[in-house]
């Protein structure tokens, strides 16, 4: 088929990547094989001294055309020139950040970032000799202050998945260019819908394609959205960074590009849904602030009408009464919300959270609700009984 060069989103999240019909497959098959054989062994041995975006596939730990599927579909949507599909976020991220530190290296964070990419930093970097300074984010200027001779990667993640903070791409990635440092920003949350931080100088885009990109909590899957140059780079054999074993399952990733469909379509019901549950929460008397960026009282809205054209399903409140207790007992009376940590499915989930981001004085319950694509009504039913039940 032929795509024309005007269609429109959702005509490209359909078919784009996808337009050669193998056999006259309508759905891509699925390439569930290790191996590639060669007519010509030149061509093999090329590709094996120096291994390539954009040659053919050799073995699919490197590459598959089901996962190229997806990667092509990621690259249109977020604006870069490639993307590579990884077995998880996890391994998105850490191949991301392998891929541009060295020991001496220096990153700035958030204190807010997902948790065990904090750990990452924290926990396993300094033992190869990176350090990280971690920042609030929210300023541009505290952020930069924390930029050293030595620094070569600033970690975002607009918004933040617990306190839904936002980092404002363009004045920070201009400056990073300047000084040569690479930027990389988490976009799970946002999703290319809503979010294209490339478009504001953003040099990696990682997801944790777990989450809304394959909609249906049945993969575990990441994506990194980049340059071909950067892409390469992870895949020379003396990088070997996506080799730690980090690429995408080929069934994975044909479940990945079966989601990808219905993105658009999904995320937009899940803002609607988190929208109008998040304003019944923010109304209510015993509730001291829902953290939600789709909210029109939400502290960094101008930043936020910049730089995204629609939230997410996900949002965290504080309850007024601080009471661990009553917090882990309203979590536990909800009956359509259920009790897990991920999030980005048909299913809605809560999470209660005891967090103190650096601009807390003490450690604060926060509870963390995700709202799937279930009726809004029985959402806020079921919120509300919930909170009878506990009395909170
Ligand atoms: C914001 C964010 N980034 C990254 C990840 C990690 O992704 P994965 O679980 O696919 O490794 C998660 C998972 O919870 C997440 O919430």
Same mark, same amino acid.
């Given at each position: 088929m032929r795509i024309p060069d005007d269609a429109k989103l959702s005509t490209l999240l359909q078919h784009f990547g996808e337009e050669e019909k193998i056999k006259g497959a309508v759905t891509p098959p699925l390439f569930q094989n290790s191996l590639f054989v060669f007519d010509d062994i030149k061509t093999l041995a090329e590709e094996l001294v120096t291994p390539d975006?954009?040659?053919?596939?050799?073995?699919s730990r490197i590459s598959n055309p089901t996962l190229e599927v997806v990667e092509r579909k990621m690259a249109m949507l977020e604006g870069t020139e490639a993307a590579k599909v990884m077995s998880a976020g996890m391994m998105a991220i850490s191949a991301s950040i392998l891929s541009v530190v060295e020991q001496g290296d220096h990153v700035v964070a958030l204190d807010t970032n997902y948790g065990p990419a904090i750990s990452l930093f924290k926990e396993w970097l300094p033992r190869f000799g990176v350090t990280t300074t971690f920042v609030d984010g929210r300023c541009t200027e505290d952020l930069l202050d924390a930029v050293r001779p030595e620094t070569k990667l600033v970690y975002l993640e607009?918004?933040?998945?617990?306190?839904?903070r936002l980092q404002d791409f363009e004045a920070i990635c201009k400056e990073c260019r300047k000084r040569g440092i690479t930027t990389l920003t988490d976009n799970s949350y946002a999703t290319p819908i809503f979010q294209q931080p490339a478009k504001f100088g953003v040099d990696i885009v990682v997801h944790s394609a777990s989450k809304y990109l394959g909609g249906h909590s049945d993969i575990t899957a990441g994506v990194i959205c980049t340059s071909k140059e950067r892409i390469n780079k992870m895949l020379q054999p003396a990088g070997?960074?996506? =080799?730690? *074993?980090g690429t995408l399952a080929p069934f994975s990733a044909w479940l990945l590009a079966r989601g990808l469909r219905t993105l658009e379509l999904r995320v937009k019901a899940h803002e609607k849904t988190g929208n109008q549950v998040a304003a019944w929460l923010d109304d209510?008397?015993?509730?001291?602030v829902v953290h939600h960026p789709? =909210?029109? *009282?939400?502290?960094q809205r101008a930043l936020f009408l910049k730089q995204m054209s629609g939230s997410s399903g996900l949002f965290s409140f504080e309850p007024k009464v601080q009471d661990r207790e009553k917090a882990l007992k309203f979590v536990n009376a909800l009956r359509i919300f259920q009790r897990g940590?991920?999030?980005?499915?048909?299913e809605s989930l809560a999470i209660p959270m005891l967090a103190q981001p650096m601009d807390y004085k003490e450690p604060r319950n926060v509870i963390r609700l995700y709202c799937g694509l279930e009726d809004p009504s029985d959402l806020i039913a079921d919120l509300e009984q919930a909170f009878r039940v506990a009395e909170l």
């Open positions: 975006y954009d040659a053919p596939p050799v073995y607009s918004p933040s998945t617990a306190f839904f070997e960074i996506p =080799l730690l *074993t209510l008397p015993n509730v001291e789709g =909210l029109p *009282t939400f502290p940590v991920s999030w980005g499915g048909f």
